[in-house]
């Protein structure tokens, strides 16, 4: 069993992660019928509280949420500027006035979900917060690497990029040195958040070290417009040092696989032929975040019971 | 919650010889009750269900020369008390490689109390398509029926009290779907002391 | 004729290294005697005996929000705050609205503060006007007006031509200016101190370094100027070093710490409580300890609480857009006080940081037991607990990180010139 709600792979034990990466395996055969649903969540409410905009990760739990049955609403607040925030738990309140069973919530401010499930009687799952986790990318991309080399437990896995702003990367920290991989995080020295090495991973300033015989490696999407000056010179550098190409790749396994979060920024994460074709897993991580995120439903909504009887029995 | 261990007595009502002279006789009504042995297949519900069909499957086909086709289906997904209960049961597999449209589909299942698996099992049947006929085969029938659900093959009637739980116990694991060619046995648990409520809600499950 | 007779008390006077089982006798507002064995007939007695009897508590930084924020505090909830948090005298900062940039605002905080609080209240003027950094206030007219000290507190002054003017202009008039040390631009975005913690919660850090650039800088322009600095709330360990080379240098540096950043760390962050959120940010472990033990060794020479009120609903907020701060009267001793129980200071010591010296530092007549002196006083009982609830305290806020926590460590009474003002169980007595 997994808790009332998901706020980041931090809080997961190991077993807890394994049910749902086992459960979103279960998930995955209703794709591949004619009728892609079950009644599981009949007569229940998912609402997506987005606060950011995140066409991918909403329509990801929309489509879950509606293979399962669930009556799927989207709730996109603004949340143009700090200044309107002290409406942020009013707005929660509403919704819980609604009696939704769970609540999917993105925002840009790290902490937002847990503030947001400190006062909701319904489960909150974490669809991305700031740089904080984005726990259900991590988990379907470890579903993702568990379905193509067929374990993770003793894996390398490389994570490239912005580090310092990424919830993906910290949510994959977690979740692969949980289960058992080596974890090394590559990227310029000012996007390297610091002590990011007291988290359990090795760091990198070089992309030819960082890669030295991984079994996968994850670029991570960079926001050119905010890191550009403040934090990289240029893209053209950053593509130059950190960018992948087959040319690169070659440093890692030779059966390594390449994955990123989406939306690639073509030519400069990675080069057009590794976000095609294989070794990019891209598509398949895509297609397991419906499962992932059936499975996360399954096992999350309408578990409110009582918040205070949780917390008292710890 | 009382957490008193309550006394468990287990005897085994069928036992491995038992059960396949039970599955060669359901195995020869199918094959009485229809005249399109082509159109068979067998769809089993885990856990159980499973090591029943595949020996349902050769004695078909030692009986008829014909092998039919079979398929596992999970109903967890399509159970009526999820809504209910806080927790979540694990999925099992489901592995329908053919078409049920226009076959006579056999479901089946180790032991069948309410009829609540097996309305879920129908209800999940029809997502796969649109079969001609459904029938139900089931080794134990413990007759305690809520739903209007009929048994059409049933490996022995053992009618049982609250507190009771019937389990097939496959080798050592009791209901473990990859075990194959084990000895299946069939076991009556009495709990003394259990509250009558949780036996049988595991009775159910 | 008012007497009171505070009975067979532990009296721990700093300014006198005085630490005894005593009596207190207060006449007409002031200290008449201590000695044993004392009586006085028709004098209220208050039974001391276990609790300790020192100087009322001094802090040289508090924002009581008024004029202008009189949502969060105004003088008389400050007031009663102090009070009941073992305080009699309380210096308030500059940023309120309008800021105390001008003799009118000052008088006003004082006018007020006569008829409302219980307290004494000592208005700290700001240094430029309105906060901006640029344009001196005028010292001489706000020093007459009655304030106490100079500072733009969280509104760093980022130019160090005009910090170095206010420094020598502050000799005029022989007022301590008081910084809140940080650059600016390199604590940039930061929410929270930077490390690891920070990275795990995912919010944008404020490294030790942008205080300690400032503490640098300012202690070198104390020598430049030669005028009295006073560095408010140290939170680094490495500004402690640099405190430390300042006064062996005979500079004209003095410190002060919170009760806060000596009890709590960044991991305090990890739920995104805003009630953890204040400038400075909470450090590590290391730092804790680093300023725990400049307290005890006096190159921090004072605790001062920055209490800083916010409205329940302010804080209610992402972490990152949270205002900063939390209460700090009503808590201070019981948490400073485990300094004492440690071993680390002796009461005595720990009365000294927080009455005498703070009083010293901003030349305030308050902080001592003697004969003679306004009979300011405080009785604790540092053995007992309570459950301290903000919302039955005195502040109209609650933006506290100890709210609903059991503590140990009471004050008793408060007597502020010779008057009951605060004792325990019957709350803020105003006679």
Avoid at chain 2, 21 to 36: D, G, P, Q
Wanted: proline share 5%; hydrophobic share 40%; charged share 25%.
């Amino acid at each position: 069993m997994i808790g009332q709600d998901l706020l980041g792979i931090e809080d997961l034990e190991r077993e807890q992660i394994e049910l749902i990466l086992e459960t979103a395996e279960g998930m995955q055969e209703i794709a591949s019928r004619d009728v892609k649903k079950v009644p599981t969540l009949r007569g229940r409410t998912v609402v997506n509280l987005f606060f950011e905009p995140s066409t991918r990760t909403q329509t990801s739990f929309e489509i879950a949420g509606k293979r399962l049955a669930a009556d799927v609403v989207n709730f996109s607040a603004s949340s143009s500027s700090l200044s309107k925030s002290e409406s942020l738990l009013d707005t929660a309140k509403t919704l819980d006035a609604m009696d939704p069973d769970v609540v999917i919530v993105r925002h840009r401010v790290a902490g937002v979900p847990r503030k947001i499930a400190d006062v909701l009687d319904a489960p909150v799952i974490n669809a991305g917060d700031g740089a904080h986790e984005h726990p259900s990318q991590a988990l379907l991309d470890m579903l993702t690497v568990y379905q193509q080399k067929g374990r993770i437990e003793g894996l390398s896995v490389a994570i490239v990029g912005d580090i310092a702003h990424s919830r993906v990367a910290r949510s994959n920290i977690y979740g692969f040195t949980k289960l058992g991989a080596e974890v090394r995080v590559a990227g310029p020295p000012t996007l390297l958040p610091p002590g990011v090495d007291e988290l359990g991973v090795k760091s990198y300033t070089s992309l030819r070290e960082a890669l030295d015989g991984v079994d996968v490696v994850m670029a991570l999407r960079i926001q050119t417009e905010r890191l550009t000056g403040a934090l990289i010179p240029s893209v053209r550098e950053y593509s130059a040092t950190f960018g992948l190409d087959r040319a690169k790749l070659r440093f890692a396994r030779p059966d390594a696989i390449v994955m990123h979060p989406g939306p690639v920024n073509r030519g400069v994460e990675l080069s057009h032929e590794l976000t095609d074709d294989r070794p990019s897993v891209i598509l398949d991580q895509v297609r397991n975040g419906v499962a992932l995120r059936m499975a996360l439903l399954y096992l999350i909504a309408g578990r409110s019971a009582s918040r205070g009887k949780e917390q008292a029995s710890g | 919650m009382d957490s008193e261990p309550s006394e468990t007595h287990s005897r085994v009502v069928l036992d491995d010889e038992k059960i396949r002279r039970a599955l060669m006789r359901i195995a020869h009504e199918i094959l009485e009750s229809t005249s399109e042995v082509e159109s068979l297949y067998l769809v089993a519900i885990p856990n159980g269900g499973v090591p029943l069909g595949r020996r349902l499957v050769e004695n078909i086909e030692s009986l008829s020369g014909i092998r039919p086709g079979m398929g596992i289906l999970d109903t967890t997904l399509y159970r009526d008390d999820l809504t209910r209960r806080g927790m979540r049961p694990r999925l099992r597999k489901t592995e329908m490689p053919s078409s049920v449209d226009d076959r006579l589909v056999i479901l089946v299942e180790d032991v069948v109390n309410t009829g609540r698996t097996i309305r879920a099992a129908m209800d999940a049947l029809m997502d796969f398509g649109r079969p001609r006929t459904v029938r139900v085969v089931a080794l134990v029938d413990r007759g305690r029926r809520e739903l209007p659900i009929k048994i059409d093959y049933a490996g022995k009637n053992i009618p049982t009290q609250s507190g009771e739980t019937v389990i097939l116990r496959i080798g050592e694991e009791e209901s473990e779907v990859e075990a194959r060619d084990e000895s299946l046995e069939v076991v009556v648990r009495t709990q003394r002391g259990a509250h009558d409520a949780d036996a049988v809600k595991e009775a159910q499950s | 004729m008012d007497r009171v007779l505070i009975r067979g008390g532990r009296i721990l006077d700093p300014s006198q290294g005085r630490d005894e089982e005593a009596d207190l006798l207060i006449e007409d507002g002031k200290v008449a005697a201590v000695g044993a064995g004392l009586s006085a007939a028709d004098a209220e007695v208050i039974d001391a005996s276990g609790k300790w009897v020192a100087p009322a508590f001094v802090d040289l930084h508090a924002h009581f929000r008024a004029p202008g924020q009189e949502y969060k505090e105004d003088l008389a909830s400050g007031g009663r705050s102090a009070v009941a948090g073992g305080f009699s005298a309380v210096c308030c900062m500059a940023n309120t609205d309008p800021v105390n940039d001008d003799p009118s605002v000052t008088q006003y905080i004082l006018d007020r503060a006569e008829k409302e609080s219980p307290a004494r209240v000592f208005p700290v003027a700001a240094a430029t006007r309105g906060l901006q950094g640029e344009v001196m206030t005028e010292m001489a007219a706000l020093k007459e007006a009655g304030a106490v000290a100079f500072s733009d507190d969280g509104a760093a002054i980022m130019d160090s031509s005009v910090m170095r003017r206010v420094l020598e202009y502050s000799k005029l008039v022989d007022a301590p200016v008081v910084v809140h040390a940080e650059d600016r631009s390199l604590r940039a975005d930061g929410v929270m101190n930077e490390g690891v913690m920070s990275t795990r919660l995912g919010l944008p850090g404020n490294p030790v370094e942008a205080e300690e650039l400032h503490v640098a800088r300012d202690v070198r322009l104390a020598r430049l100027t030669g005028a009295r600095l006073h560095v408010g709330h140290v939170s680094a360990g490495g500004s402690v070093d640099l405190i430390r080379e300042a006064k062996e240098e005979g500079l004209s540096v003095t410190a002060e710490v919170t009760p806060h950043h000596l009890s709590l760390t960044d991991e305090a962050t990890s739920g995104y409580d805003t009630n953890t959120k204040m400038s400075p940010p909470l450090r590590t472990r290391k730092d804790v300890e680093t300023l725990r033990k400049a307290l005890v060794e006096g190159v921090i020479d004072c605790i001062a609480t920055d209490h800083a009120p916010h409205a329940e609903y302010e804080k209610a907020v992402e972490f990152a857009a949270a205002p900063n701060g939390i209460l700090g009267l009503e808590t201070a001793f019981s948490i400073v006080s485990d300094l004492v129980r440690t071993g680390e200071m002796t009461p005595l010591q720990l009365m000294e940081r927080m009455s005498t010296a703070p009083a010293r530092i901003f030349g305030l007549d308050a902080g001592s037991l003697k004969e003679g002196k306004s009979a300011d006083v405080v009785i604790l009982d540092p053995e007992a607990t309570w459950t301290y609830e903000p919302a039955e305290g005195f502040s109209k806020s609650r933006n506290s990180p100890w709210s609903g926590q059991n503590l140990t460590g009471v004050v008793e009474a408060t007597f502020v010139k010779g008057r009951l003002v605060y004792q325990a169980g019957r709350g803020v007595v105003i006679q």
